[in-house]
């Protein structure tokens, strides 16, 4: 698996319209058609086009980096997430460091990388035959061959692969040395959780190089024992956060080869629930919440209608976490525009009523826009993003990124009384944020297809807010300001306090700001406004 390749990959679904270079209707597309990125496909990705939208790089990183995955943590993509070890007695000691979840890696983890570098240059230096110890105290005899029959099923399964090239036999080769190591490890200590942790990464990475076609050993007999060694291993050290986020990419792994089955959905519970221990035990990892949120994507596709909003609305919530950590995470925007696509062609599909209080499907379609845009901005290269571009550009209110109503207090006086503070529409774009006076609201009009198109100037009297004066934006509560759900705007000049109709729209605008300075930030404030401008 290759960790250099530049756009994502998409899970081996069926294939989407955009995947097959048409442009079809907005209204004819299924939410499917939105291939999601994982954090693992990324790295895998190469000159794939876009699938369906699924969470389906999870573990092998690809929209399922969902939507998709560098490479959206195993070895290879913890493997888009972000993740050392201690020991200098031996090689494997000293690679089997527990690695940190690395930023824009994908599902796998780091560590295996690190343990596959250095074992390849030990390999040179150490002869196969030296590879083992010495034997135990008789005393201990008893246990090591209890512990050598447990450990004979993974050897054997390790020893029957077979790479599909000479890259893929080259780093089998250290893969099986790594796993006669670490099996000599746990037969001297069979509390070593790190030799466990590591060994069920030689599992998981090994299972990367069976072949579609082979079927011995298979890919989920390596992945099955792989989650075994997680097991053992967590039981032996609870708050190990590392094993629990690459034992849930293993079990997602297994699950994606079940299809849409019952076996697979109790495979994808058991994913999420080690991806809430993994973030519980590491609140501050954006991969493993993007990840959290692909397995849950995954989920609703499988369970009762009636469950379904419930899943979706949580996997939206672990989307929105992981930008909120790390505001540039392309693959957890991506993926959040796609689940709000989809959210929105369910709602269209069930044919229910939306009440006052939720979101409307063009709402959701709007909304889905704007994360798609901010992740193509961010990565204008990823193919993937330029097809589901176009088949939601039409839904962002052009030549804006969103439109909305704010309430704001009078220019020049932010300590205005309740009474005096008016709700009105703001704009925003790739250069801020701006309030829109009554007389240029009436020029805003609607298109017929459905675009929003401004004409006219705007008065200097009305609040503006631009990019780089932006120094922070977050939720607020205050006495001083009227009910609602407060938004405070830090600038150079000051702070902007302004209040959104409710908690909900509040997280558009803050998601929608950030995402503006972020790209700005990153220089691609240009690709933004080719976006929206046309």
């Known amino acids: 698996m290759s960790a250099n390749t530049d756009e994502p990959e998409l899970e081996n679904r069926e294939k989407s319209e955009l995947e097959n270079g048409e442009n079809p209707e907005i209204e004819s ?48 993509d913890v493997k888009e997430t972000e993740i050392g070890s201690q020991d200098s007695s031996s090689v494997v000691e000293e690679v089997k460091a527990k690695p940190e979840l690395k930023k824009d890696e994908g599902n796998r983890t780091f560590t ?14 150490i002869i196969d035959g030296d590879s083992r110890t010495s034997a135990s105290p008789h005393s201990r ?12 099923a993974a050897i054997d399964l390790i020893n029957s692969v077979t790479g599909l090239d000479e890259e893929g036999r080259s780093r089998q080769r250290i893969l099986t040395f790594a796993a006669k190591r670490y099996a000599n490890t746990i037969e001297r200590n069979p509390e070593d959780y790190d030799a466990l942790y590591n060994w069920a990464l030689v599992l998981q990475e090994s299972a990367d190089n069976v072949g579609p076609e082979s079927s011995s050993p298979s890919k989920d007999s ?23 986020y690459n034992w849930a990419i293993a079990i997602s792994d297994r699950a994606k080869m079940r299809g849409r089955t019952k076996e697979a959905e109790e495979l994808w519970k058991q994913a999420t629930r080690n991806y809430e221990k993994a973030v519980h035990l590491n609140w501050n990892s954006p991969q493993a919440l ?51 696509y989809g959210l929105a062609e369910d709602t269209i599909r069930t044919g229910d009523p939306v009440n006052a209080k939720e979101v409307s499907p063009d709402e959701l379609y709007s909304q889905s826009a704007i994360y798609i845009a901010a992740a193509h901005s961010l990565k204008p290269n990823y193919s993937v993003y330029r097809s589901a571009l176009r088949l939601v550009r039409s839904m ?10 704010l309430t704001a207090p009078p220019v020049g006086n932010p300590v205005a009384a309740h009474s005096d503070w008016k709700r009105t529409q703001f704009v925003l774009n790739h250069e801020g944020l701006q309030q829109i006076n009554k007389g240029d609201q009436k020029q805003l009009s609607q298109s017929p297809s459905g675009r929003l198109v401004a004409a006219g100037t705007v008065d200097k009297s009305v609040i503006k807010i631009e990019v780089p004066d932006i120094v922070s934006v977050s939720a607020c509560s205050d006495l001083t300001l009227p009910p609602g759900a407060g938004l405070c705007i830090d600038t150079v000049n000051g702070p902007v306090y302004l209040v959104a109709d409710t908690w909900e729209s509040l997280d558009g605008w803050l998601d929608g700001i950030r995402l503006v300075y972020t790209i700005f930030a990153r220089g691609k404030s240009d690709v933004l406004a080719g976006i929206i401008t046309g």
């Not at 899943?311 to 929105?320: D, E, G, L, P, S």
């Open 141 to 152: 005899e008893s246990t090591q061959q209890q512990q050598q029959q447990h450990n004979n």
């Open 112 to 125: 295996m990388r690190e343990l596959l570098n250095e074992l390849k240059e030990e390999e040179s230096e």
């Open 29 to 76: 597309i299924d939410k499917s058609e939105i291939p999601k990125v994982e954090v693992s496909e990324l790295e895998s990705i190469e000159n794939s086009e876009i699938e369906k939208i699924e969470n389906s790089e999870l573990v092998n990183g690809g929209v399922q980096e969902t939507i998709v995955s560098e490479s959206d943590p195993k070895i290879n």
């Open 396 to 405: 962002l209110p052009l030549h804006y990124l969103k439109v909305g109503y």
């Open 290 to 340: 993007n990840n959290w949120g692909l397995a849950l994507q995954e989920l609703s596709a499988i369970v009762p209608v009636r469950e379904k909003q419930t899943i979706v609305r949580t996997a939206i919530n672990k989307f929105r976490a992981a930008i909120r950590l790390q505001f540039d995470f392309h693959r957890a925007i991506y993926n959040l525009g796609t689940v709000l």
């Open 222 to 244: 390596l992945l099955e024992e792989a989650c075994k060694k997680y097991d053992e291993a967590t039981q032996l050290c609870p708050t190990l956060h590392d094993a629990y």
